[in-house]
Antibody
Framework: EVHLVESGGGFVQPGGSLRLSCAASGFIFSNYAMTWVRQAPGKGLEWVSSISGGSASSYYADSVRGRFTISRDNSKNTLHLQMNSLGVEDTAVYYC???????????WGQGTLVTVSS | EIVLTQSPATLSLSPGERATLSCRASQGIANFLAWYQQKPGQAPRLLINDASNRATGIPARFSGSGSGTDFTLTISSLEPEDSAVYYCQHRGNWPRTFGRGTKVEI
C-alpha cells in the first residue's frame, strides 16, 4: 500500500524559512514524479511544484518560483520542499502526492500545516 | 496558464439523485483532466484520471466524460457519503491548475 507522510510544518514569522519532508513507502519511489499541493484555510487547492522521478526536471507555480525549491532523495524515499522568504499568503496545509507528470495526483499524504504570522 | 471554471459552485440534492458537475478549460487540454473528492478534514482523493478513467477503488456510480475544453463528472445515484467538495485539475501543460471546486450537499 502506498503511504505518504508529511512533516516539518509549523509556525514561522514572515521572511522566515521552513523545510517540509514527505516520507514515501509502498512503491518504487524513484520511478515516479512527486508533487506538492497546498490549501489555504477555507480555500481551494493550489498546485505548488512537481519534480520528475530522477530529478531531471521540476516545475513551480509563479507564486512560489524563486522562493521554494523542490528536491528528492531517492536513496531515502523522501521528497522535500525548501520554503524561503515566507509570507502570510503561504499559510496553508501542504500535501505531498505521488505523480503529476503523466497522471493525476494519487495518493495524497495527510498534509502538514504551515502558519506564517508575526 | 489554463483556467478551469467549475459549475455550479454548490449543488444540493437528495440521496439517489443524479449529480452533474461541470469543468470548463480556458483552452483545449485533450483528455488531460482529473477529478478529486475532498471531505472536511481529509486529504483529497483521486476519483477520475484522464477525463474518464476511474481510479482504483472508486465506485462505479462515479463517471467522467469530455475532452478538449468541456468535462463532466457524474454521480449516478448519490449516497450520503458523497457529500464533499469536488475539484477538477488539468495536466495539459505547466503550471498545473485546479478549478475552484463544486460543493455537493446531500
Amino acid at each position: 500500500e502506498v503511504h505518504l507522510v508529511e512533516s516539518g510544518g509549523g509556525f514561522v514569522q514572515p521572511g522566515g524559512s521552513l523545510r517540509l519532508s514527505c516520507a514515501a513507502s509502498g512503491f518504487i519511489f524513484s520511478n515516479y514524479a512527486m508533487t506538492w499541493v497546498r490549501q489555504a484555510p477555507g480555500k481551494g487547492l493550489e498546485w505548488v511544484s512537481s519534480i520528475s522521478g530522477g530529478s531531471a526536471s521540476s516545475y513551480y507555480a509563479d507564486s512560489v518560483r524563486g522562493r521554494f525549491t523542490i528536491s528528492r532523495d531517492n536513496s531515502k524515499n523522501t521528497l522535500h520542499l525548501q520554503m524561503n522568504s515566507l509570507g502570510v499568503e503561504d499559510t496553508a496545509v501542504y500535501y505531498c502526492a505521488k505523480g503529476g507528470y503523466d497522471n493525476g495526483f494519487d495518493p495524497w499524504g495527510q498534509g502538514t500545516l504551515v502558519t506564517v504570522s508575526s | 496558464e489554463i483556467v478551469l471554471t467549475q459549475s455550479p459552485a454548490t449543488l444540493s440534492l437528495s440521496p439517489g439523485e443524479r449529480a452533474t458537475l461541470s469543468c470548463r478549460a480556458s483552452q483545449g487540454i485533450a483528455n488531460f483532466l482529473a477529478w478529486y473528492q475532498q471531505k472536511p478534514g481529509q486529504a483529497p482523493r483521486l476519483l477520475i484520471n484522464d477525463a474518464s478513467n476511474r481510479a482504483t477503488g472508486i465506485p462505479a456510480r462515479f463517471s467522467g466524460s469530455g475532452s478538449g475544453t468541456d468535462f463532466t463528472l457524474t454521480i449516478s445515484s448519490l449516497e450520503p457519503e458523497d457529500s464533499a467538495v469536488y475539484y477538477c485539475q488539468h495536466r495539459g501543460n505547466w503550471p498545473r491548475t485546479f478549478g475552484r471546486g463544486t460543493k455537493v450537499e446531500i
